[in-house]
C-alpha cells in the first residue's frame, strides 16, 4: 500500500500536462470455504493503483502497481507415521506484486455514462511463496511452529485487463475490472491469474 501512496504524490505535477490524466484505484477479496466442515480456507486480496495519460481522444499510456495477497490455509490433522507429533494446520501464502506499463483504449466518449477500456501490455511480476506449518505433540499437547525458507521469482509478463466505468460526475467514475498477469508467451495461462476487482477512476 505504501507505494500505491508514492504512487499517489507522483502524479499531482502532472496535472500541468494538457493531457487528460486519469488516476484509478481497485480493490479485490475473495473467499472459499471448504472441507467437511468448512474448516479449510482460501483467501484472496489485491490492492491496485493505475495512472493513465491520454495522449489521443481515446487511447492512453498506463502505468499499473498491484499487491496481492492468496492464503490457503487448511486445519485438518495429519499424523506423521511413526511418531507422536501430527501437523493440524498449514498455510501456503503467496504474495505477489506487478508493475505494469502498456496502452489503455477506451471503447466509449469519456463522456458517455458508460465507458468500456481494454488496457494490454508489459509487466514485471515478484512472487514470493512459502508455507507455515503447526505441529502438537500428542504425549503432552505441546505445538510448535515451522516457518519454511520463501520462494521467490520474477517473471517477465503479459498483463490485460477488461474494465466498465460508471460515470458519475465529469471527474469521477465507478469501476469494475478483470484483470490477468501471464509469463510472457504463455497465453494458456491468461486464464489462471484473472483477478475481479471493483473502484474508481478520477480525471485530474
Known amino acids: 500500500m505504501s ?16 493531457a ?18 468448512r474448516q479449510n480456507s482460501i483467501i484472496g486480496k489485491t490492492y491496485q493503483g493505475s495512472l493513465a495519460i491520454y495522449l489521443f481522444n481515446l487511447t492512453a499510456i498506463e502505468l499499473n502497481y498491484s499487491e ?12 506423521i507415521t511413526s511418531t507422536t507429533i501430527s501437523v493440524t494446520q498449514s498455510s501456503n501464502i503467496v504474495k ?16 458517455a455514462f458508460l465507458v468500456p477500456t481494454i488496457s494490454f501490455g508489459y509487466a514485471k511480476m515478484f512472487v514470493t511463496d512459502g508455507t507455515d506449518y503447526t505441529f502438537v ?26 474494465a466498465l466505468q460508471l460515470r458519475l460526475t465529469r471527474r469521477f467514475s465507478l469501476k469494475g475490472s478483470v484483470k490477468t498477469v501471464y509469463p510472457a508467451f504463455k497465453g494458456g495461462m491468461a486464464r489462471d491469474n484473472m483477478k475481479y476487482l471493483a473502484g474508481f477512476t478520477w480525471y485530474l
Do not use: C
Not at 496481492?68 to 499424523?79: G, K, L, R
Open 137 to 162: 505433540d500428542s504425549t503432552d499437547g505441546s505445538t510448535f511452529f515451522y516457518r519454511a525458507d520463501r520462494q521467490r521469482r520474477r517473471d517477465e509478463s503479459v498483463f490485460a485487463e477488461f
Open 68 to 79: 496481492s495477497e492468496d492464503t490457503a490455509q487448511q486445519n485438518d490433522t495429519i499424523p
Open 20 to 37: 487528460l490524466v486519469e488516476f484509478g484505484g481497485s480493490y479485490s477479496y475473495q473467499k472459499q470455504r471448504f472441507g467437511e466442515s
Open 96 to 111: 505477489t506484486t506487478v508493475y505494469g506499463i502498456g496502452i489503455r483504449q477506451a471503447l466509449a466518449s469519456r463522456k
Open 3 to 18: 507505494k500505491i501512496v508514492v504512487f499517489t504524490l507522483l502524479i499531482v505535477p502532472l496535472g500541468n500536462l494538457s
